[in-house]
């Protein structure tokens, strides 16, 4: 079975700076990863998705995360925060001949971002 | 193109008592998801619908949730009894196909406190 961890739970960021939110992954295959972001009082919304191909992807918003296979890494990155970006990001791990809707979530960073 | 639809939004009931939520997905989409997202942790799926018929409902606790979906369309979950550990955000999701590469549509979430 396939898990994840979210070394982080709480990053503060000054509106500017850049961005690192760290995602690890265990999963015997090929992973499927994602990257969420849920907004205090909402649902969740996809940021970018790895599924082959070109290990940087890029994302909605500005973001993207590179695949690193050596580290069973999937990190998400942003040059430059704005305050909008508060928010909660989740990283998750999707399986082989399954669906995007049975992926195994993180339990999340909260990203506050400091004027 | 409207959004995944829940009420209510906040629902507060004693233990014991029974609770249902309400989800409209969006118009076309086959795959409708529950998910339990407990405070400080990533949203874990406790049933999949394709269509009007249940796909994979092997986390959900039976003996005590239940989840249908009307026509194909429309889904509700109920609680019966609720237990204090039942206090979590519901989320609903909606994809257009079964798939990695079908992307979710989540509900902004019914917030459950179970006292």
């Known amino acids: 079975a396939q898990s994840v961890t979210q070394p982080d739970i709480h990053i503060t960021v000054s509106e500017g700076a850049s961005l690192e939110l760290r995602c690890n992954y265990s999963y015997g295959a090929t992973p499927y990863l994602f990257w969420y972001v849920q907004s205090p009082g909402q649902g969740l919304q996809l940021l970018l998705k790895y599924f082959s191909g070109d290990t940087l992807v890029q994302g909605i918003k500005g973001f993207e995360a590179e695949f690193k296979r050596s580290q069973s890494s999937f990190n998400l990155r942003k040059p430059s925060v704005h305050w909008s970006d508060a928010a909660e990001y989740f990283c998750a791990v999707g399986a082989l001949n399954t669906n995007a809707g049975k992926s195994t979530f993180g339990d999340g960073t909260t990203l506050t971002v400091k004027p | 193109e409207a959004g995944v639809a829940q009420s209510p939004r906040y629902k507060i009931i004693e233990k014991r008592q029974s609770v249902a939520f309400w989800c409209n997905p969006i118009?076309?989409?086959?795959?409708l998801y529950w998910y339990q997202q407990i405070l400080g942790q990533g949203p874990k799926l406790l049933i999949q619908?394709?269509?009007?018929?249940?796909?994979?409902d092997s986390q959900l606790p039976k003996d005590r949730f239940s989840a249908e979906r009307l026509k194909g369309v429309d889904s509700t979950l109920k609680i019966q009894p609720a237990k204090l550990e039942d206090s979590a955000v519901y989320l609903c999701?909606?994809?257009?196909?079964?798939?990695?590469?079908?992307?979710?549509?989540f509900g902004n979430g019914t917030r459950l406190t179970v006292t």
């Open positions: 118009s076309g989409h086959a795959t």
């Open positions: 999701a909606s994809s257009l196909w079964v798939g990695l590469d079908s992307p979710l549509h």
């Open positions: 619908f394709q269509n009007n018929g249940v796909v994979d």
